[in-house]
């Protein structure tokens, strides 16, 4: 049955980056907002219980909705979804595991130089983005804490989002769409799986 919520989530997530890779709107709406709840039943059908992880990847959800939405006003709810799932993340790996000391620093360095270099082209998210990024460069500094795969997935989580960051600074590459949708994808996939692997060696 676990096999099953994956298998489903990989569909899901083959039809999300077609969407973005050829900006099919439709199959976008279609195809986002499963990703997070196939892979809340995946660990509940591990765990048979809502915790913390649980709680983050419901507003995971949320979000994902809530940036289908054009315009600023939904970034910002968006934002704020996805910061209740960074603190939901961090709660559940903290309470696993100390952070490990390097990570903690290396993260908030990185926090510090990237909202420095973007701060005057963030203009009005300047303080949000700050908020919100400190609290994600935490949750990947304790994901390195879960296991190796945790680690990669807190990793990627947060240059997904470093680089919804540059677009919002009016940076732009090459298939940035889809290079964060893709990380995204990976990110999420990575941290609920070390969180199941990891409840079970506890």
Not at 120 to 143: D, F, H, I, K
Not at 166 to 185: D, E, F, K, R, S
Request: charged share 10%; glycine share 10%.
């Amino acid at each position: 049955m676990r096999r099953g919520w994956l298998g489903a989530f990989g569909g899901a997530a083959a039809v999300e980056l077609v969407g973005v890779a050829f900006d099919l709107t439709t199959m976008q709406w279609l195809a986002k907002p499963l990703l997070a709840p196939l892979l809340l039943g995946y660990l509940y059908s591990a765990r048979r219980r809502v915790d913390p992880v649980a709680i983050g990847l419901v507003f995971a959800t949320a979000g994902d909705v809530a940036l289908l939405v054009p315009g600023r006003t939904a970034f910002l709810v968006g934002m704020g979804c996805f910061l209740v799932t960074q603190l939901s993340f961090l709660t559940a790996f903290v309470r696993y595991r100390r952070p490990p000391v390097p990570a903690v620093v290396a993260y908030l360095t990185l926090w510090a130089v990237a909202n420095a270099l973007l701060w005057e082209a963030l203009g009005p998210l300047r303080l949000p983005v700050l908020g919100y990024s400190l609290t994600l460069s935490l949750m990947a500094a304790a994901a390195a804490g879960v296991s190796r795969r945790a680690a990669v997935g807190g990793a990627l989580f947060l240059g997904s989002d470093l680089l919804i960051g540059l677009g919002a600074a009016g940076v732009t590459l090459p298939g940035q769409g889809l290079l964060v949708m893709a990380t995204y994808i990976a990110a999420l996939l990575l941290l609920t799986t070390a969180w199941v692997a990891a409840a079970r060696a506890s």
